[in-house]
């Protein structure tokens, strides 16, 4: 009898353990409660990146100190964004996951994934995070493998091919899930892919729906495309927020295809450099705002949507900021998706304004034969990197990257499958090659000159689409924010500084060099009660606590 | 930062287009031994360049200058050395908070602090917080050849620099 008893409290025991542990859907709807985790990639659906955590303050940032560094075993840079479940951080090193003690970095598992060698992939074997739901993981693979991961033991539950990786077809997103559905989107655009949406059962891995950002012929929007849509790109390359109130989630859609010539593509090219709301069950669009009609300049719309619920012109809003690419900072109705406000972040010359929401071309500034020259360039005013948004402040952090211009010029190309397929010629004004803001010119010696672009931290006031502040870096960023609820800004760069500012006024609290540039989201976490923040340096996570 | 201006100190330029930024004269033939022997005599061109192991660190490097530039690239930059400057070959100045001023090569800088090489050839770092004054050159160090060599002594040099191809393996 007694040893009955015993074996039943060990179940109820086991099967509590079991219970407490599970990431459930509520939990994830409810992530600002428990601050000590980050249960998605943006840390809430809101995906403002503002924790509620207080025990790093302006007074004692500087005291914080290394407490354990991942040093991954890849060599391309990190810009996955951990999470942390209850004293576990689940991260990547490549395509692998990993599960570590939060408090000591000591590996718990490591699931091991080799990408097919034919895929393509044409910026890097980035993946960006992970997503949990109950105890499973959710990877994206740049293959286009879509996989979910027992969070216990690292061994795989279900392996889901979403679309041809030889084709072009990769996935770097940290997937979303929303209820019982995960959710991703191929990158691929510079390939000429077609691009969608879709969600798969958290279960099963079955389909559940999918949305095609280049409509396919007799949906809405294919009509903006002529012959261009079967090559038109709308790639999916950052994470999607979520709404519960409207059970909308949206999504930000990159570039149409091919990137510098539309001449293929006469049209606005629907849903290219468009952020789509879309139902979480069905993957209905209920609504579009398109930032960039007929881009030839690579825009995308390459960022994560921000919600934030402010006050308009005196009435309270449910409303989306978004800092584009195409240099300007966005404020929209995320209910139905009005366009409310639109300024410049950065040095910018193709826009004269808006109509309706609508942009309005200056003159000259159509890509040609010849090459236009155009501010910003191709990697834009901004990038895939998190902004921040602070309740305490009212501002919207976002690092920019200054002056930037390419000369574009359309060229003639051909699409074969599983190519680059962009059809124009960037070049600058700059003298020499090393100066250009690309992507590949990280961890070089700087010797530019501000004129030539340089990395800023603006903090823009939603009310009247200026910053208020900025702190500016010689070199470029490609740094996520993240905000405290003891109004601290974390961000790094280029140059290799992971620092703290004064959300309120910009000035410099505390930095530390880590030897490479931060390309991730600095994100924060509590384990038996400390705080601990995380940011990555090339390929290695770095962990900070206060001493 | 104030941005004291461009500096050409070795006048490479980057491309044919900006080459055809300046008006060249036709040059005569040129002879590479007579415009090796300007190169280290008359022109004074090693008191700022290094070739190999001889001259100064100063100047860009020529040692592989006929591998990277045309010779129309060259005859611009001995005219016209403030026509465009290579970033890696920019002059930066500082003064520091007791008055002295530094004048080198900008190996790198960030947010804080300033790499440079000095004109002794010492590699150096400064805190930008710490220093009164910083920024690029205003002007190239290097003179304009275009009225102290001849059209012909101006073809002679740009010969022989086209034939410095860099360290060859053996």
């Excluded at chain 1, 407490?67 to 004293?87: C, I, M």
């Excluded at chain 1, 279900?158 to 990786?165: E, T, Y």
């Excluded at chain 1, 892919?193 to 099963?204: E, L, M, Q, W």
Aim: hydrophobic residues 40%.
């Amino acid at each position: 009898m007694t040893a009955r008893l015993s074996l039943a409290a060990l179940t109820l025991f086991v099967l509590g353990q079991l219970v407490l542990a599970q990431v459930s859907s509520d939990r994830i709807l409810n992530a600002q409660k428990e601050p000590q985790n980050w249960l998605t990639y943006s840390g809430t659906y809101m995906s403002q990146r503002y924790s509620q955590l207080t025990q790093v303050t302006p007074a004692n940032v500087k005291d914080l100190e290394l407490k354990w560094v991942f040093q991954a075993r890849w060599l391309d840079y990190y810009q996955a964004t951990p999470l942390v479940v209850d004293g576990v951080m689940y991260t990547t090193q490549g395509n692998d996951v990993v599960a570590l003690d939060a408090v000591t970095g000591k590996i718990f598992w490591i699931y091991p994934y080799t990408p097919a060698a034919e895929a393509k992939f044409c910026c890097g074997r980035i993946t960006r995070g992970l997503a949990i739901h109950g105890d499973t993981l959710f990877l994206a693979t740049v293959d286009a493998h879509l996989i979910a991961i027992d969070a216990k033991t690292g061994r795989p539950i279900w392996n889901r091919i979403v679309a041809s990786g030889a084709a072009g077809y990769s996935l770097t997103t940290a997937p979303l899930v929303v209820k019982d559905k995960v959710i991703v989107g191929p990158a691929g655009g510079e390939f000429g892919i077609r691009g969608f949406i879709a969600a798969y059962d958290v279960a099963t891995g079955k389909e559940a729906w999918r949305f095609n950002t280049v409509p396919l012929p007799g949906e809405p929007g294919h009509d903006t495309w002529g012959e261009g849509w079967q090559h038109g790109g709308g790639s999916i390359w950052v994470t999607g927020s979520y709404d519960p109130e409207t059970n909308l989630t949206f999504w930000g859609v990159g570039n149409p295809g091919p990137d510098y010539n539309a001449e293929t593509r006469p049209g606005d090219n629907l849903y290219s450099c468009s952020v789509v709301a879309l139902d979480a069950d069905t993957g209905k669009l209920k609504w579009h705002y398109q930032f960039t009609p007929n881009d030839e300049f690579d825009w995308d719309a390459v960022q994560v949507p921000v919600l934030v619920d402010i006050s308009w012109k005196g009435q309270p809003r449910k409303a989306m900021l978004w800092a584009n690419r195409n240099g300007f900072f966005y404020v929209l109705d995320r209910r139905t998706g009005e366009f409310l406000q639109a300024t410049p972040i950065a040095k910018q010359n193709w826009n004269a304004g808006f109509d309706n929401g609508r942009p309005i071309r200056t003159p000259n500034s159509m890509a040609s034969r010849d090459g236009v020259l155009i501010y910003p360039g191709n990697q834009g005013a901004t990038n895939w990197f998190s902004p921040s948004f602070s309740p305490r402040t009212g501002l919207f952090y976002v690092n920019v990257w200054e002056n930037t211009h390419h000369i574009f010029a359309r060229a003639d190309q051909e699409y074969q499958e599983g190519l680059s397929y962009t059809a124009g010629r960037l070049s600058t004004n700059y003298p020499g090659r090393g100066i250009a803001a690309g992507m590949r010119a990280i961890q070089r010696p700087n010797l530019r000159m501000e004129e030539e672009n340089f990395g800023t931290v603006r903090a823009f006031d939603p009310q009247t689409g200026k910053w208020r502040w900025e702190y500016k870096q010689a070199d470029l960023t490609d740094a996520g924010i993240l905000t405290t609820a003891t109004d601290l800004l974390f961000t790094g760069g280029r140059e290799g500084y992971f620092f703290a500012l004064d959300a309120r006024t910009g000035a410099l609290l505390w930095k530390m060099q880590l030897g490479g540039p931060t390309q991730n989201g600095p994100m924060t976490y509590s384990v038996n009660g400390r705080q601990y923040v995380a940011v990555s340096a090339s390929n290695s996570l770095f962990v900070f606590g206060l001493r | 930062m104030r941005i004291l201006g461009l500096v050409l100190s070795a006048a490479i330029l980057t491309s044919a287009a900006a080459a055809g930024q300046t008006s060249l004269a036709p040059l005569p033939p040129g002879n590479e031994t007579a415009g090796s022997a300007i190169v280290a005599g008359s022109g004074k061109c090693l008191t700022c360049h290094r070739i190999k192991t001889t001259g100064s660190r100063f100047g860009p490097d020529l040692t592989d200058i006929g591998a990277n530039r045309t010779p129309a690239q060259l005859q611009t930059s001995l005219e016209d050395p403030n026509a465009e400057i290579l970033p890696e070959n920019r002059t930066f100045r500082v003064v520091t908070r007791d008055g002295t001023t530094i004048v080198g090569r900008l190996m790198n800088h960030d947010t804080f602090v300033v790499l440079m090489r000095d004109a002794k050839d010492q590699l150096r770092t400064f805190q930008k917080s710490e220093l009164r004054e910083q920024g690029f050159v205003t002007e190239s160090p290097m003179p304009s050849f275009r009225s102290t060599l001849s059209p012909q002594e101006l073809a002679d040099v740009i010969a022989y620099l086209g034939t410095l191809k860099g360290i060859v393996a053996e």
